[in-house]
């Protein structure tokens, strides 16, 4: 099982960037359980953005709350965070989560830069 995370990039403050993350290998869409995004900025932990279970429901991180949207397409195994209102402090690297069956995976990083 791979996840491809792509949409990151620089942008300034105010502005909008879509995530997306793709899940692939042998696997069924209704095995996908949880899709979420973190971020972790230079020196700081890891920390959750938003999350998304299978049936659609969503929980977000204070910091981003209406923000940010996550959604997912399931028949393409896909999750995207759509991020409007940009701010500096949300520059870092995100990471995409699938809880696949029982196990969880994590894709690589894509940088997100907010300049003010």
């Known amino acids: 099982v791979q996840l491809q995370a792509s949409g990151g990039g620089l942008v300034r403050a105010g502005g909008s960037l879509r995530l997306s993350c793709a899940a692939s290998?042998?696997?069924?869409?209704?095995?996908?359980?949880?899709m979420s995004w973190y971020r972790q900025a230079p020196g700081k932990q890891r920390e959750l953005v938003a999350l998304?279970?299978?049936?659609?429901?969503?929980n977000y991180a204070n910091s981003v709350k209406g923000r940010f949207t996550i959604s997912r397409d399931n028949a393409k195994n896909t999750v995207y965070l759509q991020m409007n209102s940009l701010k500096p402090e949300d520059t870092a690297v995100y990471y995409c989560h699938a809880v696949i069956t029982t196990a969880g995976y994590w894709g690589q990083g894509t940088q997100v830069t907010v300049s003010s």
């Open positions: 998304i279970e299978s049936g659609g429901s969503t």
């Open positions: 290998g042998s696997i069924f869409s209704f095995e996908i359980r949880r």
